[in-house]
T-cell receptor
């Protein structure tokens, strides 16, 4: 079974600082990896996804993530945090190509300090 | 916008009563999912469907049943609601594309069992 580990349930950064949210996965087959963002009382919005076309994936709102097979990681970064980035972020992996269902990490809440 | 509508969006119900949540999609996607979201657990798969009348269990299916009699509707039923089923429920669809599948989520249904 595949799994996802997000290191740090809460991350706090200053406005303008680098954002780094960590995600490690376990998979016996090449994975599809995703990052979603959830604002309070809303659904999940897709930030970006990795599908093996390129190891560096660019998403919306200047977020990007790099797939590193040797480290089984897919960390999410943003060069400069905005107040509007405060939200919860979820890393997820397709659990098997049969049912095509996502397995999620437990989430990281990002706080942005003025 | 993946054309997903969930209803009801908010519901309070009593222990032991049946509850049905509805997910409606407008784009004829084959795969549909029900997840629940709880603090510290991310999202967990309850049931999924891969076509009309074709459904299967996810990781947390106990106490839930589903039905899909039309492509556009996927119903989640709690036969006899318990307090442990107080949660936020998200419906999702899988959009097939050249770069693989992408899963999109509805806005969520907040269920409180008292």
């Amino acid at each position: 079974a595949q799994s996802v580990t997000q290191l740090g349930s809460h991350v706090s950064v200053s406005e303008g600082a680098l954002v780094l949210l960590r995600c490690n996965y376990s998979s016996s087959v090449p994975p599809y990896l995703f990052w979603y963002v959830q604002y309070p009382n809303q659904g999940l919005q897709l930030l970006l996804k990795y599908t093996s076309a390129a190891t560096l994936v660019k998403g919306i709102n200047d977020f990007e993530a790099e797939f590193k097979k040797s480290e089984t990681s897919f960390h999410l970064t943003k060069p400069s945090a905005h107040m509007s980035d405060a939200a919860e972020y979820f890393c997820a992996v397709i659990s098997d190509t049969g049912r095509r269902a996502l397995t999620f990490g437990s989430g990281t809440r990002l706080q942005v300090q003025p | 916008d993946a054309g997903i509508t969930q209803s009801p969006r908010h519901k309070v119900t009593e222990t032991g009563t049946p509850v049905t949540l509805r997910c409606h999609q407008t784009e004829n996607h084959r795969y549909m999912y029900w997840y629940r979201q709880d603090p510290g657990h991310g999202l967990r798969l309850i049931h999924y469907s891969y076509g009309v009348k074709d459904t299967d269990k996810g990781e947390v299916s106990d106490g839930y049943s589903v039905s899909r009699s039309k492509t556009e509707d996927f119903l989640l039923t709690l036969e006899s609601a318990t307090s442990s089923q107080t949660s936020v429920y998200f419906c999702a669809i899988s959009e097939e594309g050249l770069s693989g599948n992408t899963i999109y989520f509805g806005e969520g249904s907040w269920l409180t069992v008292v």
